[in-house]
Each structure stands twice: as C-alpha cells, then as structure tokens.
C-alpha cells in the first residue's frame, strides 16, 4: 500500500490551464501503473489517463491533445498538465495507484484496477 496526495487544483476560467501534482509515499515496486480520474458534479467516477512503469500510456477521448501526464520518480511524484480547459473539465481530481504490477492497457481507466487512491484535488473551469 502506497499513500498519495495529490495537490494543484484551483478555479480557472475556461481556455486556461492548471499543474495537478500527485506524491506518492511507500514503496512502489519495479513495475506498477498509476494515473489519474475525475468526478464531476453528480457523474461517475472516470478515468483521465493512465500511466505504467514500462512507459506505456491511455488517455481518455475527452482530454486527448490537452491534457499531458508524466512523472519524476526522483521526486515520486506524478503530474498532470492540464491546457485548453472547458467548464466540462470541472471535477474532482484523483490520483490512484496499482504499485505491484502493470495494468493491462485497457484497463488503465478502469478504476477496479486502482489500489490505493489520494483525495483529491478540486478543479473548477468557469465559462
């Protein structure tokens, strides 16, 4: 089990951008994914994109193209770059982690395959 807390989110009008920051304290084994989900007011929880230790990546439809995750693992933080916001992107932001083993590709947005989850971070885009 791994702690995460995740930080960054703000209000911004919509076209701005905002830096989701996610640390992760606990041990991480040699192959592990973790990425990021939202929740918007009154919907489901849904994957933004996923991430796992051999590099590989998911996005979501919806964030393709704006949206830019990486991670530094010096630091054991994983980041969300978030460009071209829309009032759509209002949500909570969460950070979760399988810190095992690497989640297949399609489940990378699913968040059954997540463990251990921080949060939370509030992202509101006003129009």
């Known amino acids: 089990q791994v702690q995460l807390v995740e930080s960054g989110g703000g209000s911004v009008q919509a076209g701005g951008s905002l830096r989701l920051s996610c640390t992760v304290s606990?041990?991480?084994?040699?192959?592990?994914?973790w990425g990021w989900f939202r929740q918007g007011p009154g919907k489901e929880r849904t994957g933004v994109v996923g991430i796992r230790s051999d590099g590989t990546l998911r996005y979501s439809d919806s964030v393709k193209g704006r949206f830019t995750i990486s991670q530094d693992n010096a630091k054991k933080t994983l980041y969300l770059q978030m460009d071209t916001l829309k009032p759509e992107d209002t949500g909570m932001y969460y950070c979760a982690a399988e810190p095992r083993s690497i989640i297949f590709f399609g489940g990378l947005l699913d968040a059954e395959y997540y463990t251990d989850w921080g949060q939370g971070t509030q992202v509101t885009v006003s129009s």
């Open positions: 606990g041990k991480m084994a040699y192959s592990y994914s």
